[in-house]
């Protein structure tokens, strides 16, 4: 199956019988006609590298974060590695959470794709607001700024995505 792109001009399924130009574009490519098409087989592979690459990077990130505040927190070093450890994991809830976001918007029109993103967006800033509430509602447990920490891993791991993606491809070659 091919996902159509129906909503942007030039960017539909090959006509029946008719196969796809082969080119180094990735998963966009050109038909004899000149219109263009996503295969989604590719595409999910894709989007699922990305993912497990942020996934990596958050939990790498995690240990650093964790280890310098350790450095820093003095004898309360338990409650940062907490705080750190919730904030990551519902960061990586996140994460998982707006893949599967992203891909069932995917499958929609766009105007209930649009509300379903605002809706799943306001989600993800609920999750993250639970976290930092559960570390403030206990502070002998978990620290606040911990727990932001851990959250701010899911941003850094964005960034450094590309970084990670070539140390893993590097590392499984090895």
């Known amino acids: 199956q091919r996902r159509a792109l129906t909503d942007q001009p030039g960017m539909t399924t090959p006509p029946a019988g008719q196969e796809p130009e082969t080119g180094n574009e990735g998963t966009t490519q050109t038909t004899d006609d000149g219109t263009m098409y996503i295969d989604p087989v590719e595409d999910a592979q894709n989007a699922a590298e990305t993912v497990r690459d942020m996934a990596v990077g958050l939990a790498f990130l995690e240990l650093v974060f964790a280890a310098v505040g350790c450095i820093f927190s003095g004898k309360d070093w ?96 090895g």
């Open 78 to 173: 338990y409650r940062w590695v907490l705080g750190v450890l919730l904030g990551t994991v519902a960061a990586g809830l996140m994460l998982r959470h707006l893949y599967a976001a992203v891909d069932r918007a995917l499958d929609m029109d766009e105007e209930h794709a649009t509300k379903y993103m605002k809706k799943s967006a306001t989600l993800r800033i609920l999750m993250a607001g639970a976290a930092l509430s559960l570390g403030a509602f206990f502070p002998g447990v978990f620290h606040v700024f911990g727990v932001f920490m851990g959250l701010l891993c899911l941003k850094f791991a964005a960034y450094l995505q590309p970084l990670t993606h070539k140390a893993i491809k590097y590392l499984s070659k």
